[in-house]
Structures are given as structure tokens and as C-alpha cells.
């Protein structure tokens, strides 16, 4: 049986120690997307939800303020598409993003 990225980067992430998460993944019905550029891939999961973006490194989920540390730059061009569709819409939604 062929596993997709997305199953095999679930079971990497669940492969870490426990201890080394910040938060803990959410759960229910999201919609994912997976995107690649060179050797990165990122899974993204959309949940409904209130505006929060986590990124998971080694150490666990961090905001995606954190991720991008001082490059507003790229914090304001990752949220893009959701200000594009008004700026209510951020704050109607939560992502998980795994990067690889």
C-alpha cells in the first residue's frame, strides 16, 4: 500500500517523544493541503477554528510568528490568501502546519 506524504509526516511527528511537544495536535474534520519546493514538503491542516497557526519543529508547535521570528515580512505574506477573502476570515479558522 502506497502512504501519502501527509501519513507518512503524521508518523514521523508521532514517532517524537511526548515531552518534546508545546501543545498537543487538534483533532476533528479539517481539510490539508500539501506543498513541496525543492526537498521541503509542508502538510498544512485547516480546522475551524479561532485564528491560531502552529508550526511544528523539533521541538514541538510554535506560533507562526515564532517560525518566521523577526521577518514580518513573511508572517504577512503566509497570511495573504486569508486577508484576501476579508479580514473576519483569519480569525475563522486554525492551521497546523508540519514541515519537513
Not at 480546522?47 to 523577526?70: I, T, W
Not at 486569508?82 to 514541515?99: P, Q, R, Y
Amino acid at each position: 500500500m502506497v502512504k501519502t506524504v501527509a501519513e507518512k509526516v503524521e508518523k514521523k511527528a508521532a514517532a517524537q517523544p511526548a515531552a518534546a511537544q508545546t501543545s498537543t495536535p487538534k483533532t476533528g474534520k479539517y481539510h490539508a493541503a500539501v506543498g513541496r519546493r525543492k526537498t521541503s514538503t509542508a502538510v498544512v491542516k485547516l480546522f475551524k477554528g479561532a485564528g491560531q497557526f502552529s508550526v511544528r519543529k523539533d521541538e514541538g508547535f510554535v506560533s507562526l510568528q515564532q517560525y518566521f521570528g523577526g521577518a514580518l515580512h513573511m508572517y504577512e505574506n503566509s497570511l495573504y490568501p486569508f486577508t484576501v477573502l476579508g479580514n473576519d476570515t483569519l480569525k475563522k479558522f486554525d492551521a497546523e502546519i508540519v514541515v519537513t
